[in-house]
């Protein structure tokens, strides 16, 4: 079977969020998956398998099968696309778990759509409060996660939270953001997800389903420039519509195998 290792939102070999890519040649046991996912020992490894004339796309971390993976779908189309499989004029549609998701090639970048995850304003639980050990200017949440906007780009850069109690947490993770002090982006985040293995992601496409819609109400703006400011960083747009987010990305393939298993 063959496989690549593919950073996305970014165009700089290291840098952006690395993910496996896996063309299964025939039907799979989710179990296998979970090993394979594990051995590869990366954020995010993606299972595609074209049957009964559809695309089907499975994501993993190394501990878990996760519901949505917007890096994983991201890598999954470049990879179709760069191995001649699907015409880079042609729309891939993912038949997953969490419905059709789209992909599209356009002017460099990779358009996914996802559906829209809006927050709820929250009363601050103490166990999220301690976890972070900062004042929080706002917190919603989602049907997948807290959302905490802090005053500053630095206090979002600079934030040390406690893993092990956000890990307590009844919740897929924690989304932490502020607006960006830069006119480069509109506003910056981080992403801490140790309830999926995940101490902190370096890029998640579908934490911006709920942040394209959050700073789309804070700036009153429809098309976003977004930063995720972790160790190795990833730069998205963010285009938000009624029920669904348009996520853009680029990606580049750093290495290329065979899975002899």
């Given at each position: 079977?063959?496989m690549?290792?593919?950073?996305?939102?970014?165009?700089?070999?290291?840098?952006?969020?690395?993910?496996?890519?896996?063309?299964?040649?025939?039907?799979?046991?989710?179990?296998?998956?979970?090993?394979?996912?594990?051995?590869?020992?990366?954020?995010?490894?993606?299972?595609?398998?074209?049957?009964?004339?559809?695309?089907?796309?499975?994501?993993?971390?190394?501990?878990?099968?996760?519901?949505?993976?917007?890096?994983?779908?991201?890598?999954?189309?470049?990879?179709?696309?760069?191995?001649?499989?699907i015409?880079?004029?042609?729309?891939?549609?993912?038949?997953?778990?969490s419905?059709?998701?789209?992909?599209?090639?356009?002017?460099?970048?990779?358009?996914?759509?996802?559906?829209?995850?809006l927050?709820?304003?929250?009363?601050?639980?103490?166990?999220?409060?301690k976890?972070?050990?900062?004042q929080?200017?706002?917190?919603?949440?989602?049907?997948?996660?807290?959302?905490?906007?802090?005053?500053?780009?630095?206090?979002?850069?600079?934030?040390?939270?406690?893993?092990?109690?956000?890990?307590?947490?009844?919740?897929?993770?924690?989304?932490?953001?502020?607006?960006?002090?830069?006119?480069?982006?509109?506003?910056?985040?981080?992403?801490?997800?140790?309830?999926?293995g995940?101490?902190?992601?370096?890029?998640?496409?579908?934490?911006?389903?709920?942040l394209g819609?959050?700073w789309?109400?804070?700036?009153?703006?429809t098309?976003?420039?977004?930063?995720?400011?972790?160790?190795?960083?990833?730069?998205?747009?963010?285009?938000?519509l009624?029920?669904?987010?348009?996520?853009?990305?680029?990606?580049?393939?750093?290495?290329?195998?065979?899975?002899?298993?």
């Amino acid at each position: 079977m063959e496989m690549s290792v593919i950073n996305t939102f970014t165009v700089q070999p290291f840098r952006g969020n690395p993910a496996a890519v896996c063309l299964l040649t025939g039907e799979k046991e989710s179990k296998w998956m979970q090993l394979v996912a594990k051995e590869i020992n990366l954020p995010t490894t993606a299972f595609i398998h074209f049957t009964n004339h559809q695309w089907q796309l499975r994501w993993f971390t190394t501990t878990t099968e996760i519901p949505i993976c917007g890096h994983g779908t991201l890598a999954s189309a470049s990879f179709l696309w760069e191995k001649g499989l699907i015409s880079k004029d042609e729309v891939i549609s993912f038949q997953t778990i969490s419905g059709v998701l789209k992909a599209r090639f356009v002017d460099g970048w990779v358009q996914l759509q996802f559906p829209a995850m809006l927050e709820e304003k929250t009363n601050p639980p103490e166990l999220l409060l301690k976890a972070l050990g900062v004042q929080p200017v706002y917190i919603g949440r989602s049907q997948l996660d807290y959302l905490v906007e802090v005053e500053s780009e630095e206090m979002v850069r600079d934030l040390k939270p406690n893993i092990d109690l956000i890990a307590q947490l009844p919740v897929r993770g924690v989304i932490v953001t502020s607006p960006s002090k830069t006119n480069e982006f509109d506003f910056i985040s981080r992403f801490f997800s140790p309830s999926h293995g995940i101490i902190e992601d370096y890029v998640n496409g579908s934490s911006h389903c709920c942040l394209g819609p959050y700073w789309k109400r804070r700036l009153n703006k429809t098309e976003l420039t977004a930063y995720q400011a972790s160790e190795r960083g990833g730069i998205l747009k963010v285009k938000v519509l009624d029920h669904n987010v348009i996520l853009s990305g680029q990606a580049v393939t750093i290495f290329e195998g065979k899975l002899f298993v």
